[in-house]
């Protein structure tokens, strides 16, 4: 009876000291359960394009560029703080708010981040008011005109200044359309059309350049001119008055 006893208690205290060792460590859950849920690799981008790939831009960009009505929308940022910064290499970001209608008419509010970008236009002798880069945020862009971007490029006036700049990227637009529609009525042509319309392209791009350096050569050249004339007012040196009565 005794001995019936010593053996019973003697196999659970064998259970009670195997089971705790065959139960895994949190730490080894933890490792176990990351291992199940793999990270998504990155697509290598030498690899072709798949069709739900392209599908997908497509989604993204009729829905931001399919209709040729203007997009209204209000962006809010301490835009002077945000324009101190201009390094290409460094590059500052601003905290912003972007407000625009989504898909029910009702305004949202975005909070996007903003950086300037370029680089003649980043000078500050060129423009005061430079080109933007908009950073949206990874969440909440669902049913808005902006959703499934991740950054846009935003062209700008450049200068406050002067009234005729906030002309600028009105022309350029009216270009861009141009070249939309001489592009679509190539379509279907042969190579020599599709290079006249290359060509006419390069043109165009190089009267843009002409436009910009020709204004910063145009006040280049005011500046110089209010130079030459401070120079008559200026009162010769003291010393050299005298020298000269000394003669």
């Avoid at 208690?9 to 000291?17: E, G, I």
């Avoid at 030498?46 to 931001?64: F, G, M, N």
């Avoid at 929308?73 to 209608?101: E, I």
């Avoid at 592009?183 to 910009?212: E, W």
Wanted: proline letters at 5%.
């Amino acid at each position: 009876m005794y001995c019936a006893r010593l053996m019973a208690v003697l196999a659970l205290l064998s259970v009670s000291v195997v089971a705790p060792a065959q139960q895994p460590a949190k730490g080894e859950k933890a490792d176990k359960g990351a291992a199940g849920k793999e990270a998504k690799p990155k697509k290598d981008k030498s690899l072709p394009v798949t069709a739900e790939e392209t599908a997908s831009a497509k989604r993204r960009t009729e829905r931001l560029f399919g209709s040729d009505e203007p997009l209204e929308f209000t962006l809010s940022a301490d835009f002077k703080a945000a324009f101190k910064s201009r390094d290409t290499v460094n590059v500052k970001t601003t905290k912003a708010t972007l407000t625009v209608k989504d898909s029910s008419g009702a305004p949202v509010v975005l909070p996007v981040e903003i950086a300037t970008r370029g680089h003649f236009r980043l000078r500050n002798d060129v423009c005061n008011f430079p080109p933007i880069r908009l950073i949206f945020p990874k969440e909440g862009l669902k049913g808005t005109p902006f959703a499934g971007q991740k950054a846009l490029k935003l062209g700008t006036h450049c200068q406050t200044r002067d009234k005729e700049y906030s002309e600028y990227p009105v022309r350029e637009h009216a270009v861009y359309e141009t070249l939309n529609m001489l592009t679509q009525r190539a379509q279907g042509m042969g190579d020599s059309a599709l290079m006249a319309l290359k060509q006419l392209s390069q043109i165009v791009h190089r009267q843009a350049a002409v436009m910009s350096y020709s204004d910063a050569f145009f006040m280049l050249t005011v500046f110089y001119v209010g130079l030459s004339l401070l120079v008559v007012l200026v009162n010769k040196p003291a010393s050299m008055a005298a020298g000269g009565d000394a003669h």
